[in-house]
């Protein structure tokens, strides 16, 4: 047998191409490492089961148990620990809670159940929900149940109205409360469960909790336990003693969830971990006893509290590198800390850096890594340790795998089966490598053979039973899923694959066995309940369907996808009224599904679509079209958007334009429309895209093309799609209608249930009518700006919905001007939300965004080392004592830090994420809004302004300085008043240092920390603030003397008109970035320089250029240069005549090129620029006219211009100070005669003659 396998292996590996030809695989016996590791953790367990060093053997013994050949041996292990009355009692507990699973895997249902019985569980509950845990909020809010249960009352839930009622028998599945199985939403929700014991006597037990979030449990109306933490439910994840009183006694569990599997375990055990047999009330009882006094409780000190003990007591770096890696493996097998501190792969992580000769340390904590970058660091490490490992060659092979790099994963995982010939998985992973390099049937091959060798490996069998199907051997397939399903009767996976198989090939009697024996083992499964309904109509069994759908309606009466699927069978078996009753309530609970709206109204003709009362009418509009006025290129007769809000804060949103063109440029300017949807979580439809002709013709023709929203150019990267529709055969005269649908079509709102939008009404075209329709729910409250020239009207329609309407007619267009401001000062816009405030804003930001900016050790590690950095230079240390002492004082002394230590810290860190996180922004799904995880940023070291942000924010707080958030709109988008309070208006984010008052951006590459961009100044910002009030303001404009430039020359002019210049040039504030970005790389800076002072002296040459540091973004900007200049006078008669400050300066055409203005000019920050000319005349030359200085001074901008002689030189003096950076329109006339004055004040010129001639 093993000579034909062999030479099946050897045909199968004799491959070629792009990977190399491999000799012929060992024989598939000899070593097997994860045996000899499932012995060896065997071994642990009966060694250590009376201590809590059991709990890492357990650890160990689960994570091997899915591939194990044979589970008896791992039975009668468990069942010794969980038998022995002396065994520590959380190691007791889970070695029968395991050893129940075990039973259930080989199929061992009773054993199963008798297992869990001794475990105490509480399985009888009543359940309420859900409300809402938006930016986990829900722990510290006391919702209705908590001040008293009322069984009748009803409550306003997160979407619906919600009551209690009996949580069904099947929603407990060993063990587990599965709240998931049975309400929804089941994201980012609260949920109560209320269930009563019957305690003979009085008993003191001990609550063990195991919640999938933040929970807190009441005992007879006091608070026993509270969780804050976030995590998936495992068993005994806390526990507290409590007193029972004789009789009923009431229990109260409050959970708080963000996503995963939803529910929890509650037990009752005693103090050796058995469980109490205590009868539950039934939950379908209509009423609940009196709820007797409560009893004192006694911690319960956790077993993790010993091991933890046990790493920090261990002495010497191996000892403690095996303390550690086991509180690791009990960590992460326990999951119950906070999800966001990952304190298991911490802990694994400081064990491989205790130990790095250690393979095992080395590969568990690769195991735990996140990122694989950090994860292939590691594998590597046990790699260098031994070379040739079979679990480090088969992890470093999967990790190649992940990577999407077959060839190179298939030839260490090669060499790990060369290692360990008797081990299945790295054959099993080597088949997926062939199979995704191109080889899928040598892959198969190499399956079909590892399957046959080891028979009873789970892992070997699957991959043959995946690779059959992927190759449509169905009958292959099925027999090999068939013997998984015996050797682990609990592989729902593949239960559902052979299912599915036996429907396709027509046995429903065989499919039918499958799905109702996989409901056996979890009756939760309503996905399961669905298929089995499905396959019983689709094979005309309308009774037993019938059955299977009510049954999933009872465990969850809100799932839209069981009313629909039952509504689509009833449909289908003629029975239209119960079918529209169905999907009207599949609708009500899923209103964002397009394919269940077109459905529900083909069955309902007379139902009209939302937007239909509101609809123009192109031909009406057309006829009735306004003249023309001149310079005008089209006109829009009509625009209007209707927006339908669900409950959830999803919209539908329909949109229609009717333009008419003018001229052939309006023609040109119409002819392309284009609208943006994410396809992941959006529809779009064109519902109409036409040509209404002079002559009465229509034309429906029209061109259609995709392309990605992403601006690689600006490294912006988006989920978004933009179609553009084109019209090749628009023509002067003709009239446009184009209108489409934008439908949110996912599951859930990103952003919890708010919905905002900001509508502009005014446009560079005239507009005839412009119509904006919001239809909300009668239970949400809008809030919204109120436009001037706006009408809005508000009523009640049928059906609990609310019309907002705001119209307006005759609007002129906007004529844009350059510097104009931003275009929401410019154009009147309608703005609504369904916040009520700033304050509900920044609540809700800070949930959704709080864990991901939470420091991580390696973040608090990397600002330390800043710090440490700093005040070490500060100090002037250099030693490696003093070192020793900077870093260990990186962290505030207990009064905090000074100012200027806190400015110098400040400093650094942000210097830090400039210029070593590059600027890229991934903006998918929710990352459009929410910042990735502070160490991944730091790890990639590139990321968007949120996620630059974040990490300065995280890094400042790990050293001591308080930090902010702050959302802003960058000012050329124009501010916004105070209300309504939204996030729709903000486009970037920052950081705000209250202690230095000091803005930080972190997207400014080569900006210093003073330096904050212009498009920051004076923007819209709202600085989140977790602690307190947020703030919404606008940042403050920069000072003039922030933002200055100094120009100083020295001019030697020569008797024929040329001049050498030496100058230089000193520049402060938010034009250094522009300097430093210019003249940065070294070899570019002498022709930069000659292009910037062209102008000013055509035909320049530049002898030399040297400049400061200009990676020392603290640093002015300082550059030195000497200039040839051939021109730099022009004769006149025997003398000279030139400018003093070069060519004209150009104020008024760079400030105030337009006669007059409709709208304010914004010039950006104010600034101060300050220039020093002082000319040397030729030898025996003379000064024969000095032109008079001017000065003035307005409230927007002042000027000084100086003409002196100093000895036998003319020395020429300026200053100009624009003291703000926004002229309004009505002060606009002066402010351009003011730059008219400064440029003549500038151009002024001096005469020069020999001093001969000077003296005639």
């Not at 199929?107 to 199963?112: A, F, R, V, Y």
């Not at 019938?546 to 699927?565: I, K, M, N, S, V």
Request: aromatic residues 6%; glycine residues 6%; contains cysteine.
């Amino acid at each position: 047998m093993l000579a034909r396998l062999a030479a099946l292996l050897a045909l199968c590996l004799a491959w070629t191409g792009s990977v190399r030809a491999l000799s012929p695989l060992p024989p598939p016996t000899g070593l097997d490492p994860e045996a000899e590791r499932a012995a060896a953790a065997v071994a642990a367990l009966d060694r250590e089961r009376r201590g809590p060093r059991g709990l890492a053997a357990l650890a160990e013994l689960d994570a091997l148990a899915d591939d194990l050949p044979e589970l008896a041996h791992l039975a009668a292990a468990y069942a010794r620990a969980a038998d022995d009355r002396e065994a520590h009692p959380e190691v007791r507990a889970l070695a029968r809670f395991r050893l129940a699973e075990v039973e259930r895997a080989r199929g061992n249902l009773q054993k199963e159940a008798a297992s869990l019985q001794r475990l105490g569980f509480v399985a009888r509950w009543r359940v309420l929900g859900p409300f809402d845990d938006e930016g986990k909020r829900g722990l510290a809010e006391a919702f209705p149940p908590e001040k008293a249960v009322d069984l009748a009352a009803r409550y306003p839930g997160k979407v619906r109205e919600v009551a209690w009622r009996a949580l069904p028998d099947d929603a407990v599945v060993d063990g587990f409360v599965h709240l998931g199985a049975a309400l929804r939403p089941a994201r980012e929700v609260v949920a109560y469960a209320l269930a009563e014991v019957e305690a003979p006597r009085e008993v003191e037990a001990r609550l063990w909790l195991g919640a999938s979030g933040a929970a807190r449990v009441w005992v007879n109306g006091a608070v026993v336990l509270t969780d804050a933490d976030y995590h998936p439910a495992r068993l005994d994840q806390r526990a507290v003693g409590v007193t029972l009183r004789r009789g009923a006694n009431r229990i109260l569990v409050k959970l708080c969830h963000q996503d995963g599997r939803m529910g929890f375990y509650l037990r009752l055990a005693d103090a050796r971990g058995e469980g109490l047999e205590l009868a539950a009330a039934d939950p379908r009882g209509a009423a609940l006893h009196e709820v007797p006094a409560p009893g004192p409780t006694a911690p319960v000190p956790p077993a993790v509290a010993a091991l933890e003990q046990r790493a920090k007591a261990a002495r010497g770096a191996r000892a403690e590198a095996e303390a550690r890696l086991e509180l690791a493996r009990v960590l992460a097998a326990r999951q119950g800390g906070d999800v966001q501190e990952r304190r298991a792969a911490a802990e694994a992580r400081r064990a491989a850096l205790l130990a790095p000769g250690w393979v095992e340390a080395q590969l568990e904590a690769a195991a735990l890594e996140e990122d694989h970058g950090r994860r292939r660091q590691r594998i590597e490490a046990a790699l260098a340790a031994a070379p040739e490992d079979s679990r480090a060659l088969r992890a470093l092979g999967q990790e190649e795998l992940d990577q999407g790099r077959p060839q190179a994963a298939a030839r260490l995982l090669e060499r790990a089966v060369r290692a360990a010939p008797g081990w299945a998985a790295p054959r099993v992973e080597l088949a997926e490598a062939l199979s995704r390099a191109g080889l899928e049937a040598r892959g198969a091959l190499l399956a079909e053979a590892t399957a046959s060798a080891f028979a009873t490996v789970p892992s070997a069998v699957r991959a043959a039973a995946r690779s059959a199907r992927r190759l449509g051997r169905t009958e292959e397939a099925s027999a090999r899923s068939r013997t998984l399903v015996a050797l682990r009767f609990d592989d729902a996976q593949t239960r559902a694959a052979l299912a599915q198989i036996l429907a396709d090939r027509g046995d429903v009697a065989g499919a039918r066995a499958l799905l109702e024996e996989a409901l056996r083992l979890d009756p939760s499964d309503a996905y399961q309940r669905l298929r089995l309904g499905d396959l019983l109509a689709a094979s005309g069994r309308g009774e037993e369907a019938e059955r299977a759908y009510a049954a999933a309606l009872a465990l969850a009466p809100d799932e839209p996808d069981a009313w629909e699927r039952r509504g689509r069978a009833r449909l289908s078996q003629g029975r239209v009224k119960d079918a529209q009753a169905d999907l009207q309530r599949a609708l009500e609970l899923r209103p964002q599904s397009p394919e269940l709206k077109l459905l529900v109204r083909s069955l309902e003709p007379a139902r009209e679509p939302f937007e239909r009362p509101y609809l123009l009418d192109a031909r009406a509009l057309a006829a009735a079209a306004p003249a023309p006025e001149p310079d005008e290129d089209a006109l829009v007769l009509g625009e209007l958007k209707v927006t339908r809000v669900l409950p959830s804060g999803l919209s539908s949103t329909y949109t229609q334009t009717v333009v008419k063109v003018l001229t052939p440029r309006g023609a040109d300017q119409a002819r392309r429309q284009t609208v943006s949807w994410s396809p992941d979580r959006q529809e779009v439809r064109v519902e109409r895209a036409r040509i209404l002709k002079p002559d009465g013709t229509v034309i429906e023709a029209h061109d259609e093309s995709e392309r990605s929203a992403s601006e690689p150019w600006y490294r912006l990267y988006y989920d978004l799609t933009a179609r553009t529709l084109s019209f090749p055969a628009l023509a002067p005269g003709d009239v446009l209608e184009v209108a489409w649908r934008l439908e949110d079509v996912a599951g859930e709102n990103l952003l919890s249930d708010y919905f905002g939008d900001l509508t502009f009404v005014d446009d560079t075209t005239r507009k005839a009518r412009f119509e904006y329709v919001l239809l909300v729910p009668a239970a949400r409250a809008i809030h919204a700006n109120a436009p001037a020239g706006i009408a809005h009207a508000q009523r009640t329609l049928p059906g609990e919905v609310v019309e907002h309407r705001w119209s307006a007619r005759d609007l002129p267009r906007v004529v844009p001007e350059p510097g104009m401001p931003g275009w929401s000062e410019v154009s009147r816009h309608v703005h609504v939300s369904t916040y009520a405030s700033w304050d509900q804003v920044a609540r809700f930001y800070w949930g959704l965004v709080k864990d991901a900016v939470r420091p991580t050790p390696e973040v608090r590690a990397e600002a330390e080392r800043i710090a440490a950095e700093v005040l070490r230079a500060r100090r002037g240390e250099g030693t490696r004592v003093a070192r020793a002492q900077a870093a260990a004082s990186a962290l505030p002394p207990p009064g905090g830090w000074d100012l200027e230590t806190q400015r110098a810290l400040t400093r650094a860190v942000y210097d830090f994420v400039v210029s070593q996180t590059r600027y890229v922004g991934l903006e998918f799904g929710i990352h459009g809004y929410k910042p990735y995880r502070v160490d991944q940023v730091l790890q990639r070291r590139f990321g968007d302004c949120k996620d630059k942000a974040s990490l300065l924010r995280a890094m400042l707080e790990s050293i001591g300085i308080d930090a902010r958030l702050v959302l802003l709109r960058m000012r050329r988008l124009g501010r916004l008043p105070e209300a309504p309070a939204s996030l729709a208006v903000f486009n970037h984010a920052i950081v705000y240092v209250p202690a230095l008052d000091l803005w930080l951006d972190g997207t400014a590459a080569y900006s210093g920390s003073g330096d904050l961009p212009g498009e920051d100044r004076g923007a819209t910002v709202l600085v989140v603030n977790p602690d307190g009030k947020p703030r919404f303001a606008t940042v403050p404009e920069a000072l003039p003397e922030q933002n200055r430039g100094e120009t100083r020359f020295d001019v030697a002019l020569a008797a024929d008109g040329s001049a050498a210049v030496r100058g230089a040039w000193r520049v402060t504030g938010a034009e250094a970035p522009t300097y430093r970005r210019a003249y940065l790389v070294e070899e570019q800076r002498r022709a930069q320089l000659e292009q910037s002072f062209n102008r000013s002296f055509p035909g320049v040459r530049v002898a030399s250029v040297t400049a400061s540091d200009l990676t020392r973004l603290e640093d002015d900007v300082t550059m030195q240069f000497a200039l040839e200049v051939p021109r730099f006078a022009r004769p006149d008669g025997a003398g000279l005549r030139f400018s003093p400050f070069g060519a004209a300066r150009g104020w008024g055409e760079s400030w105030a090129a337009l006669s007059s203005r409709r709208h304010d000019l914004d010039l950006g920050s104010p600034a101060e620029t300050v220039f020093t000319y002082r000319h040397t005349l030729p030898a025996g030359w003379r000064i024969a006219e000095l032109p008079d200085g001017d000065a003035a001074r307005t409230p927007y901008a002042s000027f000084e211009v100086r003409y002196r002689r100093e000895g036998a030189a003319l020395v020429a003096e300026a200053r100009v100070r624009l003291e703000k950076g926004r002229i309004p329109a009505r002060d606009y006339p002066a402010f351009r005669d003011l730059t008219s004055r400064i440029d003549r004040a500038f151009a002024r010129k001096v005469r020069i003659v020999p001093a001969e001639e000077a003296a005639r």
